[in-house]
């Protein structure tokens, strides 16, 4: 939407700037969608966002609302929401599991392989936030099947160590 008084700032395939757009399309609002490179940062998001240089940036004419903008209040609750989802995740492999190594038996699936990737993101952002989220004392099960679908001979060699996606983390953030 050229011209509009509205601009997001960001790339598609972040879930923070899809989570703006979706926020805007489901309210109507006409916008306009500026594609950022993040490792070619345009000006305008160095202006918009000159501290943290981070996606996704709304703007409002000539006002932009930053992703830091949210409070710390937000993130607990958010934090606690993760926990809590844990949780259930955590009921719903002992559940359908049945003891056994996978969410669906003795070997790998599809339920697996779709939680299995986030994995390395979710050991990465421990590591950078300082918490335990997938851990023994909390959810036992998911942290042994955790541990079980990284040693797999077909999985090993296809998730990134949590150090290097801490290292990619920060470059994304520098």
């Not at 011209?3 to 972040?14: D, H, M, N």
């Not at 950022?36 to 940062?41: A, L």
């Not at 002992?94 to 339920?111: L, P």
């Not at 998911?142 to 079980?148: D, E, S």
Request: charged share 25%; with cysteine; hydrophobic share 45%.
């Amino acid at each position: 939407m050229a011209g509009s008084s509205i601009k997001v700032l960001g790339t598609r395939p972040t879930p923070f700037v899809n989570r703006v757009e979706i926020g805007l399309n489901i309210k109507s609002v006409e916008y306009e969608f500026i594609t950022e490179d993040m490792f070619n940062k345009s000006e305008l998001l160095l202006k918009s966002n000159p501290v943290h240089k981070k996606i996704p940036v709304l703007i409002h004419g000539d006002n932009p609302i930053l992703r830091e903008a949210i409070g710390n209040d937000a993130k607990q609750a958010l934090l606690q929401k993760i926990i809590e989802g844990l949780g259930l995740l955590e009921e719903a492999f002992a559940k359908c599991s049945k003891g056994k190594e996978f969410f669906g038996g003795d070997s790998i699936g599809y339920v697996d392989i779709t939680l299995g990737c986030f994995i390395g993101w979710i050991r990465a952002m421990e590591m950078i936030l300082g918490l335990n989220l997938i851990y023994e004392a909390q959810t036992p099960g998911l942290a042994r099947w955790a541990k079980r679908f990284l040693s797999e001979k077909v999985v090993k060699d296809v998730i990134l160590e949590p150090e290097k996606l801490v290292e990619i983390y920060s470059l994304l953030q520098a």
